[in-house]
């Protein structure tokens, strides 16, 4: 079966031989060209062409009947035109066959040297009259240099293409024809990186500004990158089917693709905005690219980190298919980063304490903000470990927060998604936010939060209980954090003491109800033992008095019982001060 080259091939060799043997003329060689094969007359050749009058004269044979051009620039097409021409047939030049007929008559050797009007001649001609008379001409010319190398490189036609593209890009980039305005970045994304490279670094020593070779950038990558780098307006876990079962080779090329037009980023760290410079730096993680790479992307998404949202940052934690998390290092760079470089401006701007005046900052309260809700969104994973959490979390200084309801309900979040952490591992993922920051409706909700320990629960409705007490507004005062931070920790201390002797009496109830148990059953009835047994009671109780007393977490506020004597009721029977926390 034919195949659609083929046919192309017999159609040209039909054509050229209806020209031919319209003359009534016999044909004496025979031109092969690859697979194509034409018939046709010497004398017609040899005055075009010097180097098939070469390859005639030095031939070996007496009379050469064929011989092979199939390394001709263009193929048979580029032959058939260039048969043509030697027999005097009209055909089309055009901005896509120009390069290649160019590069076919050099070949041949059909130049004006050889022969005045010579195919090199008329297509040098159109080249610099039509071709490269515009942008999207010039951009045509080169892309079909990109199978013509390195004669087309030889010849000064990609230079030239290159020269008149950057000089019409830079136009069009500050004195638009056209609508869009940016239409050509269109034109030059149809090009092979190397060449679009070329065109850019000469864009850069024209002057060009730094938005402009940013928007060709981004025009290029993703219409080179369309699989990976795509509109994430839809949150995390955007499929990609294309992304996820692709080659080895063309993982290669995509990488090597990506880390080219990295390279190619003007130093202006703002030229790009966030969200593609997070779909960028995700395609780097997927395709694993060069660390080099990654650390530029990752710099440029920190510096400008307070336009960042959070699905940006989700687009960076979760693979394509959103089904699982990629490593959270970037994401950990980047807002180490940018808490860095705060840290930075407010040494240089001379403040007192560069801690303070950092954490006020208004970029660092929107992130602050945005990470507390980006860890919401992704505490739900069961790869998120405690000290991931932590570690993204106590990355932002505490003072840049007004508020911690964000990180509270991320937290909350995490503790629902992972019900089996003990109390241990609770009071961890909790010691990230501060208890005395939120507000009213979020201390409300973790007075009644059973998943969260109890300190945090303490923390909570003691804080309203000073607040109500002092008789100040809820939202408007804040008691000094010191103090009630010593406060809590001794009441804390407290909450265990009385925790531990609830079991101590639980264990001497059961104890007790053991013994009677035994006695019961022993069903001896006798007056003697139950005066002994009585006497075992009073004896019991008394120590067990003198121990409470030892142990009362009260003794500083309250009736010291230690020295209570061993008679039940010769115990002083006053009503005791009334008490904040119960044993009972």
Request: glycine share 4%; net charge positive.
């Amino acid at each position: 079966m034919a195949t659609p080259l083929n046919k192309r091939f017999s159609s040209a060799k039909e054509r050229t031989g209806q020209w031919v043997f319209s003359q009534e003329i016999p044909t004496d060689i025979v031109v092969a060209v690859g697979e194509a094969n034409f018939p046709l007359h010497k004398f017609m050749l040899v005055a075009k062409s010097n180097y098939i009058r070469k390859l005639i004269i030095e031939s070996k044979e007496a009379d050469l009947t064929r011989i092979n051009l199939s390394n001709i620039p263009g193929g048979p097409e580029m032959f058939e035109k260039a048969a043509k021409f030697c027999y005097g047939v009209n055909f089309e030049i055009t901005v896509h066959n120009v390069a290649a007929l160019r590069c076919a008559a050099e070949f041949l050797q059909m130049t004006d040297k050889y022969c005045e009007n010579n195919l090199a001649g008329r297509t040098e001609d159109f080249l610099s009259q039509v071709a490269l008379s515009s942008l999207s001409g010039a951009v045509v010319v080169l892309k079909s240099c990109e199978a013509l190398l390195p004669l087309a490189e030889d010849l000064l036609i990609v230079q030239r293409c290159i020269d008149v593209a950057t000089a019409k890009a830079c136009y069009e980039a500050n004195f638009p024809c056209r609508t869009p305005p940016n239409w050509w970045t269109e034109e030059l994304s149809i090009i092979d990186i190397e060449f679009f490279s070329r065109i850019i670094a000469a864009m850069k020593k024209r002057g060009a500004k730094a938005l402009n070779i940013a928007s060709a950038l981004i025009t290029y990558t993703e219409r080179s990158l369309r699989d990976l780098v795509r509109d994430h307006s839809a949150g995390n876990g955007t499929k990609s089917s294309d992304a996820q079962s692709t080659n080895s080779q063309v993982r290669y090329q995509q990488r090597e693709l990506l880390e080219s037009i990295v390279s190619l980023m003007p130093s202006e760290k703002a030229a790009f905005p966030i969200n593609f410079l997070c779909c960028l730096l995700r395609s780097a993680i997927f395709l694993k690219a060069s660390t080099s790479c990654k650390n530029e992307l990752e710099k440029r998404v920190s510096a400008i980190l307070e336009h960042v949202t959070v699905d940006d940052l989700l687009v960076l934690s979760f693979t394509y298919d959103g089904e699982r998390l990629f490593d959270l290092e970037s994401v950990r760079k980047i807002i180490s980063g940018f808490v860095e470089k705060e840290k930075s401006m407010a040494v240089f701007s001379g403040s007192g304490d560069f801690r303070e005046s950092c954490s006020c900052s208004p970029a660092m309260h929107r992130v602050a903000k945005t990470v507390g809700t980006y860890l919401g969104e992704i505490a739900t994973s069961g790869e998120l470990s405690i000290s991931k959490f932590n570690g993204i979390a106590n990355l932002v200084p505490k003072g840049s927060r007004k508020v911690d309801d964000d990180l509270y309900r991320a937290i909350d979040i995490y503790l629902k998604a992972h019900p089996n952490l003990d109390e241990i591992e609770r009071e961890k993922i909790c010691s990230s936010m501060d208890p005395l920051k939120l507000s009213y409706e979020a201390r409300v909700h973790a007075s009644q939060n059973k998943r969260l320990p109890v300190q945090i629960v303490l923390h909570a409705l003691y804080y309203d209980q000073l607040k109500l007490r002092s008789g100040l507004d809820n939202d408007r005062s804040t008691p000094d954090a010191a103090a009630t931070r010593n406060q809590l920790q001794a009441d804390a201390s407290l909450i265990k003491e009385n925790e531990a002797l609830r079991s101590e009496l639980t264990r001497m109830k059961l104890y007790i109800s053991d013994m009677q148990k035994g006695n019961n059953q022993a069903g001896t009835g006798s007056s003697s033992k139950s005066g002994t047994s009585g006497h075992k009671k009073h004896t019991f109780f008394s120590s067990m008095s003198k121990t409470f007393g030892k142990l009362n977490p009260f003794k500083h506020g309250s009736k010291d019982t230690s020295n209570i004597d061993d008679d039940v009721a010769a115990m002083d029977r006053t009503k005791p001060r009334r008490r904040r926390f119960s044993i009972s």
